[in-house]
């Protein structure tokens, strides 16, 4: 991968990883926790989200492994005592960073399939339509740490909930590892699915 491709691989990154983050702090917002808003989050500025580890560190060794790359920001603080449901507002503040990636991917594809533009601007906008559905796709995921996973909440006693919490990053490795070994990736429909939005 040359550095050009790299450079540009991860502006598109932190511009769909803005939008994932934002969503979350405008959702937690409206549900009545400011929270978010406070410490900056309710901001498109990659500035405002980038976690050193989550953000650089680990896409960047998952590019150079040949692996979809994938990764975090830095976690949008809520306090669920502001929401007037808290498990429920909790699950939809969480669904609103994937689901904002769905129809941004969504929008992007739209544009790239019926609006002429440059090539070069076509392909960066198909790259975000990839990205998108990327992010969308593993952060739905029903493992901790991922949004996904704040299904759990609606369901189960706090007790058995954070003791999830405490097994998801496990599990969520062990699903990465055992997908790839097995030569079966979780993502692997995601070109497919690019492909068909962009036309």
């Not at 969504?106 to 992010?135: C, H």
């Not at 704040?150 to 369901?155: A, E, H, R």
Request: with cysteine; proline share 7%.
């Amino acid at each position: 991968m040359t550095v050009i491709v790299l450079v540009i691989s991860f502006i598109g990154f932190f511009i769909c990883l803005s939008v994932h983050e934002a969503a979350h702090a405008y959702m937690s917002l409206k549900l009545g926790d400011p929270t978010a808003k406070l410490e900056g989050r309710l901001s498109l500025n990659p500035l405002a989200h980038i976690d050193l580890i989550g953000t650089i560190v680990v896409p960047l060794f998952l590019i150079f492994s040949g692996l979809p790359a994938f990764g975090w920001a830095k976690p949008v603080m809520i306090n669920p005592r502001n929401f007037s449901m808290p498990r429920r507002d909790n699950f939809l503040t969480a669904l609103a960073g994937p689901v904002s990636n769905l129809l941004f991917g969504v929008l992007l594809g739209l544009i790239v399939r019926f609006v002429p533009l440059p090539e070069i601007v076509s392909s960066f906008l198909a790259l975000l339509v990839s990205i998108n559905i990327l992010l969308a796709a593993f952060n739905l995921l029903p493992i901790p740490p991922l949004d996904g996973s704040k299904i759990w909440g609606l369901f189960l006693s706090d007790e058995s909930y954070y003791m999830l919490e405490r097994m998801g990053p496990f599990i969520l490795l062990a699903v990465i590892v055992f997908s790839y070994s097995s030569g079966f990736s979780i993502f692997g429909w995601v070109s497919t699915l690019t492909n068909l939005i962009v036309g």
